[in-house]
């Protein structure tokens, strides 16, 4: 009989029997890697024993139907065409596959935030060795203003037109990844539309966590991890182009079979050894993108299944996961006599990732610790997290402080973050004895 909550099994501590979860660990990090219940578990070892029965069967010929079947549900959940969506292995790679897609001219300019996803900065800054795009970073000080964020992207844009620069596109996330924080994205895509910006939405931490309503916002590229918030193995991430922009997706990433060049005077055909099938050109390009394990793509509707018939659907989970998080966030800064991350309309904490101030000072005097050493310290405190306390949640360094980020999932309970929170206490305490130096 289903709960009050419409599912068979109450979230918390009981859901872990879903789950593989080791009894002793305490997992307050699903935001980084995620994980997903036995039955999908045993979706992903069906999809990899019928691969080894026919290899060569399976790839030709059965894993393009699976894979139509796979896009079709998630473009269903999305609310979009499912010739509009195509899997790729994480939201990195679809970051890459647009950016460097896109062709450039001198003037151009990638716009982003100074919170943007380590990898994603450091493609921007490849392309501007390699071609002839500049870039402009937007500095962000958490806790920050839904208006006043908005505010800084059109401040730039400005900027930059006045300066006889053009802005070829913007990347920004849905929630992005330290600070763990919600970004008005919808806002700011409808900034770009104005501005005549292409939108490209690292959607990391977007699919399974927001209501996304894509087919209604309509950004210019999207792509989310599937492995991350929707209990799909990893690695999946669905990468979505509407329509019109598919023209501007040439290639995927790497390269592979379903790509055609533009006819050249006396160049040959290239030969594509793999049924074609009647889908489109983009849709073609990721249909077979070299050798891999696509079980995870495979694993899409029973994923699905799960959050609905076990859960009770994806509204019970997400309130769920964002109430624990924002109540688990308040328990940690209680006992740690810190304070959580928020801005005055809590438009931050509109999503299953908080994050608490730790209790370690910066600066130069007795039991304080140095600027310079805050990264040393950083990667301390996950060290010992990790060895020591049978748990994990990623301390890391914003605006003056050390803070740590905390996820909120089905299978914990605010019990789950109290023991954090003395665990975080202890380990502050080190800290200022000076035991990280040691």
């Given at each position: ?69 796979a896009r079709a549900a998630i473009a269903g959940y999305l609310g979009v065409d499912d010739g509009e969506c195509v899997f790729v292995p994480n939201a990195t790679t679809g970051v890459n596959t647009v950016l460097q897609n896109l ?125 991350k918030w929707l209990y799909v193995p990893r690695g999946c991430a669905v990468f979505y182009v509407p329509q019109r922009n598919h023209h501007l997706i040439r290639t995927s990433i790497p390269t592979s079979h379903g790509f055609e ?77 810190t304070e959580v991350m928020d801005n005055s309309t809590h438009t931050l904490t509109k999503c299953c990732m908080t994050n608490v101030k730790l209790p370690i000072r910066i600066g130069e005097n007795q039991g304080e610790v140095k ?68």
């Open positions: 009989m289903a709960d009050e909550k419409g599912t068979a099994t109450p979230f918390g501590h009981a859901m872990r029997s879903y789950f593989q979860l080791d009894p002793s660990y305490i997992p307050l990090n699903h935001g980084s890697f995620g994980t997903y219940p036995k039955s999908v578990k045993d979706r992903l070892r069906y999809t990899q024993d019928i691969t080894e029965s026919r290899p060569d069967t399976f790839f030709r010929y059965d894993c393009p139907k699976y894979i139509d079947s062709v450039y001219k001198a003037g151009d300019v990638i716009v982003y935030f100074s919170t943007v996803y380590g990898s994603c900065e450091k493609t921007v800054e490849y392309l501007k060795e390699t071609t002839p795009v500049a870039s402009a970073k937007i500095k962000l000080s958490y806790p920050v203003e839904d208006d006043d964020l908005i505010a800084k992207f059109q401040e730039k844009i400005k900027q930059l037109k006045s300066e006889g620069k053009r802005p070829r596109v913007a990347l920004f996330d849905t929630v992005s990844s330290l600070p763990g924080v919600r970004v008005p994205w919808e806002k700011l895509v409808k900034t770009c539309k104005e501005e005549e910006v292409l939108s490209l939405i690292d959607g990391a931490h977007g699919i399974g966590h927001l209501d996304l309503k894509l087919g209604e916002i309509q950004p210019d590229f999207f792509v989310s991890n599937c492995h060049p533009f006819p050249a005077e006396g160049q040959e055909a290239l030969f594509n050894p793999l049924p074609k099938g009647e889908r489109s050109y983009f849709v073609g390009l990721f249909h077979f993108v070299g050798t891999s394990d696509v079980g995870p793509y495979l694993c899409i509707e029973e994923a699905l299944k799960f959050r609905q018939e076990v859960c009770g659907g994806d509204k019970q989970i997400k309130d769920y996961c964002q109430n624990i998080a924002n109540e688990g966030a308040r328990k940690v800064a209680e006992t740690l006599g600027e310079t050493d805050a990264f040393a310290v950083i990667a301390w405190l996950a060290q010992k997290l990790n060895e020591d306390s049978d748990m994990f949640a990623p301390p890391f360094y914003h605006a003056g402080h050390i803070w740590v980020r905390l996820s909120g999932q089905i299978y914990l309970e605010i019990e789950d973050f109290a023991a954090a929170a003395h665990v975080f206490k202890k380990l502050c305490e080190r800290v200022e004895r000076g035991e990280h130096r040691t």
